[in-house]
């Protein structure tokens, strides 16, 4: 007998027949003799329409009341799931975030589980009860429903496997696995058997959609054993794992897209210490996340260039936080687009295998791509291109580094 948490997200649940689809999956593994917690995304499309009427009702709308509109979509999908158990002859009880409870910070919108405690719902997995448990959500130190930030169900799934310690925790989705690219946009793609925690979490971090990112960091950080496999398919799926058992692979394992990027260059900043402290700490300050950084030396003595990416999203907010900036150092202008596309290579064998980055900036030179910024850690090389180029830049570099299905 194992204890198995199960997450489904929004596509899987999105009608009542795929909830009933979904009752009979829990109910096999629950037939097999496992102890199983389901964790549930809402209907698909669910929450994209709570978020817009949130915004209708009030452009700057308080997030704690964001929350509780936002957080109502799972209550919506465990409440038909365990009904859809119950159906079918499974012991079943649904579970809110504050029912449990998951206790979070009070980082409204986007807030991190602080800790679960397990004690109701482990009396009533060992009485056979599958506990179904709304994704997402959570109950700040403000009393108050908190959400965990979008697709915030996977962390919801792997925290509570955590929590529980769980032997897997399986993420059911609409697709089959993790790919070594999107399909979608590069239709030679391979599904991968395995893939590191460390490089799923570059993938995540880099635009692939499969698991929200902090979900990979948490799995790495509590070894939770991960499997994302299809809801709709019987099919192993990718197991994402601590060490690759395939010493010979590849240097690179996928590769990853993000066209949610904006790039800004502030042209001709002053040079001098204290200037990109006072730059960034202002854009941390403001909660924008600064993912892509290069200084250049501009043509006059004493001033620099400094470009960097932030996501597409904060690009309003990030230009309000410069001007003020621009008001205390001087700073010639500041050109920003959100044209561009960030492609990520991602691999651990880079680690041991040179040559990646000549490979990957010779594929594209003999495109005619254009690089405009680029960035590194040990298993990753990212950079930033003119979106236009996208499909043809990922296609590419999917042949030149050996990823592309015979
Ligand atoms: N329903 C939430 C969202 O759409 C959480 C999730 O699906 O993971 O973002
Ligand atoms: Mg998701």
Request: charged letters at 25%; one cysteine or more; a negative charge.
């Amino acid at each position: 007998m194992a204890r198995i948490v199960q997450k489904f997200g929004g596509t899987s649940v999105g009608s009542v027949e795929r909830i009933k689809a979904v009752a009979q999956k829990v109910k096999a593994t629950v037939d097999d003799g496992h102890e199983v917690a389901v964790v549930v995304s809402a209907m698909s499309g669910a929450t994209n329409q709570l978020v817009t009427w949130a915004k209708e009702c009030g452009a700057f709308h308080d997030a704690r009341e964001y929350d509780t509109v936002v957080a109502t979509g799972e209550q919506v999908t465990i409440g038909l799931l365990a009904i859809a158990l119950q159906d079918i002859g499974v012991d079943a009880r649904s579970w809110l975030g504050w029912q449990i409870p998951v206790h979070t910070d009070d980082a409204h919108g986007a807030a991190r589980i602080e800790s679960i405690d397990t004690t109701k719902i482990t009396n009533r997995m060992a009485k056979g009860q599958v506990a179904v448990v709304a994704g997402f959500q959570g109950i700040g130190p403000d009393h108050r429903i908190t959400t965990l930030g979008r697709g915030g169900s996977d962390t919801s799934a792997v925290a509570l496997a955590a929590a529980l310690n769980a032997d897997r925790c399986d993420i059911f989705t609409d697709v089959d696995g993790v790919y070594t690219c999107d399909p979608r946009v590069v239709p030679k793609a391979q599904k991968l058997n395995h893939i590191t925690f460390e490089e799923m979490l570059e993938m995540a971090s880099g635009g692939a959609k499969v698991l929200q990112t902090r979900s990979v960091a948490m799995a790495m950080r509590h070894k939770v054993k991960l499997q994302v496999l299809s809801s709709f398919e019987d099919l192993p799926g990718t197991m994402v794992v601590e060490e690759e058992p395939d010493m010979e692979k590849n240097s690179v394992s996928g590769i990853a897209f993000s066209l949610d990027e904006a790039k800004v260059t502030l042209v001709a900043i002053e040079d001098s210490p204290g200037i990109a402290a006072t730059v960034f700490g202002a854009l941390a300050d403001a909660h924008i996340n600064v993912d892509m950084i290069v200084q250049t030396a501009a043509s006059e003595p004493g001033k620099t260039d400094i470009t960097f990416s932030v996501p597409e999203t904060d690009l309003e907010r990030t230009r309000k936080v410069l001007d003020d900036v621009r008001k205390i150092i001087t700073c010639a202008d500041m050109i920003t687009s959100s044209d561009i596309c960030k492609i990520s290579v991602v691999g651990v064998a880079m680690r041991s295998q040179p040559g990646v980055a000549k490979t990957m900036f010779e594929t594209l030179a003999d495109k005619g791509i254009n690089i405009e910024v680029i960035s590194t850690s040990e298993i990753k090389i990212s950079v930033l291109i003119a979106s236009d180029y996208k499909e043809l830049a990922v296609r590419s570099l999917h042949s030149a580094f050996g990823l592309d299905a015979n």
